[in-house]
């Protein structure tokens, strides 16, 4: 849509341009008439070819500097009145040396009010017909000499009206046709429940915002909003209900937005709002009077609901600059809004990506491009490789585990899925059940992981925390079987992690469950799948954590 905009715009200016270009040859005919009017045939080698070099010169010059003016235009506001300033002064240049008050070509102002009323409106253009009236008008007036009717001035009142009224005329469509065309884009680019900016409008706008703030140098940060539980809102009073719910959002999200805001219906129940020179920490502070606002505004029918509110989820991201885009500052605030429905939601989260951690080992910076790989093949693998880091640090953290435990645990979790870059794409983002050799193919990750890792110094104390965070605690696991305590104790940390993730996570071919619903399968399986002290204690620990 952008690009076809700015193609029309190229034509309209193409053709004013030319049809300026036209005008301007129009007005040099009578002043090479002027200079060569007596000159025939026979005495052609006559002519003072200084004066033609000369006027071929600054004609040229003229159109020259003229298409450097029309090519910058859209910068520079005063080049487009010193524009207009100079094609009047060559037009009232040709009327002076075609004849003056008796010249033909006093219709040239034509061209002048036609291309400018269509260009900017019906006020430039009766201004320039008002402007070429009074000259004509007053050199009638001052250069007849003669006695009785005046037959110029009759003549050149009625080309004086008509140069008015081309104007208003003109100008009259000019103003409808823009308005239409503001009304029907209006139509497009609005959401028709909300009266906010729709899905399409967002994608194009945050694209042009990321430009700017990279050739501006200015923060661009944007906020995702989601309702919590309207789904439940939904089912319980209808649809209708649940627009004007919608509506209310809307309403609210528009009274904390700032004039540069842009507030827009993602799709859903999923607002954003691009905030334009706002940092990280401003964002934070906006994504947080909106969440406040919508808790204390009453909604219909809200205390039918389990908490007895409606509320929202914020998620708050930052544009990183010149190697970021606005498809991944998206995928990092959509996250950020990950974290804050795990978390329980009605609450604000900022994206942290453990991948752009300054603790991190530089031993490990080698190995961030072969996530990235993993990342550009499989976004869930990457995603969720961040969530397994979150819950082992929030484990770490809440028993306070000796400083060097915390690190193997930490940096195990961040490359148990390396070997996952030897597998297949077919098997890897695979939406069915994996056949015997594709199940074959991805249970050798652990082993390909502990592979790369061991070739790197500094890490050979993690090597079986990632080898063995597929065994299971009763020995069914894999690749090796290990049974009971012959797994490394932070491995079976991990297990848990791991798996934690993967039933609250979304895929294909299972149901997500809810943080309790995943606790109860851990429960169940204390014992056959896991360490049964150690799942307690993570059950303790992220419940605590959210």
């Not at 253009?125 to 050199?139: D, E, H, M, Q, R």
């Not at 409808?176 to 906010?196: C, K, P, R, S, W």
């Not at 030897?422 to 069915?432: A, F, G, P, Q, R």
Request: hydrophobic fraction near 40%.
């Amino acid at each position: 849509m952008k690009n076809n905009k700015k193609s029309r715009q190229s034509q309209y200016n193409t053709m004013f341009f030319t049809l300026k270009l036209l005008a301007l040859f129009f007005c040099a005919a009578p002043i090479f008439q002027y200079f060569f009017k007596e000159t025939s045939r026979n005495t052609l080698s006559n002519v003072n070819i200084m004066v033609l070099i000369i006027s071929l010169l600054i004609f040229s010059f003229i159109t020259f500097m003229w298409l450097i003016m029309d090519r910058n235009r859209n910068k520079f506001s005063p080049i487009i009145f010193c524009e207009i300033f100079v094609f009047l002064i060559f037009c009232v240049t040709s009327i002076m040396f075609s004849g003056m008050h008796e010249s033909y070509y006093k219709f040239l102002f034509v061209f002048l009010v036609i291309s400018y009323t269509i260009e900017m409106g019906i006020k430039t253009g009766v201004i320039i017909a008002t402007i070429a009236s009074a000259f004509l008008l007053t050199l009638d007036i001052i250069m007849y000499k003669e006695s009785g009717v005046n037959p110029y001035f009759q003549t050149d009142i009625a080309l004086c009206s008509m140069f008015v009224v081309i104007a208003w005329i003109l100008g009259s469509y000019v103003r409808i046709a823009n308005e239409h065309i503001v009304q029907l884009t209006d139509f497009a680019n609005l959401d028709g429940l909300t009266d906010l900016y729709n899905h399409r409008y967002f994608q194009d706008c945050l694209k042009q915002k990321c430009e700017e703030s990279l050739s501006k140098l200015k923060p661009l940060s944007l906020l995702i909003v989601d309702i919590d539980y309207f789904k439940v809102y939904n089912d319980i009073f209808g649809h209708q209900k649940g627009d004007v719910v919608l509506k209310q959002l809307a309403d609210i999200l528009r009274d904390n937005s700032r004039v540069t805001d842009i507030v827009c219906r993602y799709g859903g129940e999923e607002f954003v709002i691009i905030l334009w020179n706002t940092s990280k920490e401003e964002a934070l502070e906006i994504g947080e009077n909106v969440r406040k606002d919508v808790e204390l505004f009453y909604f219909d029918g809200q205390e039918m609901l389990s908490n007895n509110s409606l509320t929202v989820s914020v998620g708050v991201a930052e544009f990183y600059g010149e190697k970021d885009s606005a498809d991944n500052l998206i995928n990092r605030a959509d996250s950020a809004l990950y974290r804050a429905k795990f978390f329980r939601r009605n609450r604000v989260e900022q994206y942290v990506s453990v991948f752009d951690s300054t603790d991190l080992d530089t031993s490990l910076t080698s190995l961030k491009s072969l996530i990235n790989v993993i990342h550009s093949r499989d976004s869930y693998t990457y995603n969720h490789v961040e969530r397994v880091v979150l819950y082992c640090q929030m484990y770490a953290d809440y028993y306070k585990i000796p400083e060097n435990d915390r690190r193997r645990l930490i940096y195990g979790a961040y490359l148990h899925d390396l070997g996952k870059i030897n597998i297949t794409k077919e098997t890897l983002v695979s939406s069915k059940k994996l056949t015997d050799e594709q199940w074959a193919e991805m249970k050798r990750h652990p082993v390909d992981s502990a592979a790369m890792i061991r070739r790197i110094e500094g890490l050979e104390d993690i090597v079986f925390i990632v080898l063995h965070h597929h065994e299971k605690y009763d020995g069914s696991g894999y690749p090796a079987g290990l049974k009971g305590d012959k797994i490394d104790p932070l491995a079976r940390v991990l297990t848990v992690a791991d798996s934690y993730d993967a039933m609250t996570s979304s895929r294909p071919y299972q149901k997500m469950k809810t943080p309790e619903e995943a606790f109860d399968e851990i429960t169940r399986c204390k014992g056959t799948h896991f360490d049964p002290e150690i799942a307690e204690k993570f059950i303790t620990a992220i419940s605590a954590a959210i």
